[in-house]
């Protein structure tokens, strides 16, 4: 009978004619089987080579499973998906989109668009082209600053004047001693005068 908590394995092999596969929990005392499974091949399924059968198979199995095949193109390519996705991706860093369908001409496996999404997710140079500059404007600077609301617990702010200043200037004036804090304002010590 199937224990919930042991470990299950499914060992399959593939000839040119048929296939076969047994069901095994791990217990104390070893394997024991739960299940089989064996079917002849149909004449179509007996031209395909052996490589295609295991390739397939592969392919089926969830990423949650532990794969051990003696095919080692099979075990080497696991390991190489990122390295895969990676090398489509970096040549232009297209979007997801463009980035699973440049994999997807060339290699296949479960996980393909998922892996290919996480992977230009976090591509910085993806990101830095997502950013985009803060509008800034001329109108009524004087008035047109920003001070952060939580600041009643603070001895000094730094103030972001919303307006156009040259490149490579700061968009921070500062820092300014708190004078008064009350509820709403603060009366900020700028260039000597309470502001």
């Known amino acids: 009978h199937p224990s919930p908590n042991a470990k299950l394995v499914l060992d399959v092999d593939a000839s040119n004619q048929a296939i076969g596969a047994a069901l095994n929990q791990l217990t104390d005392k070893g394997p024991e089987p ?4 064996s079917e002849k091949l149909t004449p179509h399924l007996c031209k395909a080579s052996t490589y295609d059968g295991n390739c397939t198979r592969y392919m ?9 095949t003696d095919h080692k193109p099979l075990t080497t390519a696991f390991h190489q998906r990122r390295q895969i996705i990676g090398n489509m991706h970096e040549a232009a860093h297209p979007g997801v989109k463009a980035t699973t369908h440049m994999v997807t001409q060339r290699f296949v496996w479960p996980t393909m668009r998922r892996d290919c ?7 910085n140079a993806c990101q830095q082209t997502k950013l985009k500059p803060i509008d800034t404007s001329n109108h009524n600077p004087k008035y047109s600053s920003y001070i952060q609301p939580h600041v ?3 001895t000094h702010v730094f103030v972001r004047v919303d307006s156009v200043r040259p490149s ?4 921070y004036d500062g820092p300014f001693r708190v004078v ?3 509820k709403k304002t603060f009366v900020l010590e700028v ?3 309470n502001v």
């Open 117 to 123: 999404k996480q992977y230009v997710s976090i591509c």
């Open 60 to 68: 089926k199995l969830s990423d949650t499973s532990e794969t051990y």
């Open 191 to 193: 260039r000597g005068r």
């Open 152 to 154: 009643s617990s603070y």
């Open 168 to 171: 490579l200037t700061p968009p």
């Open 34 to 37: 739960l299940a089989f499974f």
């Open 180 to 182: 008064k804090k009350r």
